[in-house]
T-cell receptor, first 111, second 114 residues
Framework: RKEVEQDPGPFNVPEGATVAFNCTYS??????FFWYRQDCRKEPKLLMS???SGNEDGRFTAQLNRASQYISLLIRDSKLSDSATYLC????????????FGIGTKLQVIP | EAGVTQFPSHSVIEKGQTVTLRCDPI?????LYWYRRVMGKEIKFLLH????????ESGMPNNRFLAERTGGTYSTLKVQPAELEDSGVYFC????????????FGSGTRLTVV
């Protein structure tokens, strides 16, 4: 089983739609969680951290479910510019600072 | 503030040759990371520097890969001799603290070994 699992998609959604991605992680002791966005042939960029209580940033909402070991990203009112690959990133416990990436979920927002 | 800079952006080399990738982290960031994405796979951790010291190199594939960060500023990643399976995008990232707020990535070096 992979440490971080994501549905690679693609998710094709019309403009204005609401779309949600899930990501599951295998290590119950994982500490920190992030969503990164990666545009085609570009570097990953931090979209948002995921906090235990859930957090929102404009049209984006991230949630963490420790009991079921998954995090989610909800995008409301999708824009064409939201088209990208969304990477789930998990930091495991221990003294080292490396993180583990999911394969990414590709989102295509269509007019 | 300048971001993380990587050079070159692209490199095409023949199997058996040597390539050196360079990363300049954000000024003042003690933590520097190398990651790699092979086509169709996840981004994978290679190693982590804290200043000039290798904190964790558990992700380095084999001894053909050598990373250095002399002086604790920029870092180089040398692949010698390169093999076909080394092709991929090599990302460098840096963070000020322990990465609790995420990393800043460079734009990557796309390495193609032919």
């Amino acid at each position: 089983r992979k440490e971080v699992e994501q549905d690679p998609g693609p998710f094709n959604v019309p403009e204005g739609a609401t779309v949600a991605f899930n990501c599951t992680y295998s290590n119950s002791a994982s500490q920190s969680f992030f969503w990164y966005r990666q545009d085609c042939r570009k570097e990953p960029k931090l979209l948002m951290s995921v906090y235990s209580s859930g957090n929102e940033d404009g049209r984006f909402t991230a949630q963490l479910n420790r009991a079921s070991q998954y995090i989610s990203l909800l995008i409301r009112d999708s824009k064409l510019s939201d088209s990208a690959t969304y990477l789930c990133v998990v930091k495991n416990p221990g003294g080292y600072q490396k993180v583990t990436f999911g394969i990414g979920t590709k989102l295509q927002v269509i007019p | 503030e300048a971001g993380v800079t990587q050079f070159p952006s692209h490199s095409v080399i023949e199997k058996g040759q040597t390539v050196t990738l360079r990363c300049d982290p954000i000024s003042g960031h003690d933590n520097l990371y190398w990651y790699r994405r092979v086509m169709g796979k996840e981004i994978k951790f290679l190693l982590h520097f804290v200043k000039e010291s290798k904190q964790d190199e558990s992700g380095m594939p084999n001894n053909r890969f050598l990373a250095e960060r002399t002086g604790g500023t920029y870092s180089t990643l040398k692949v010698q001799p390169a093999e076909l399976e080394d092709s991929g995008v090599y990302f460098c990232a840096s963070s000020l603290g322990q990465g609790g707020s995420g990393y800043t990535f460079g734009s990557g070096t796309r390495l193609t070994v032919v």
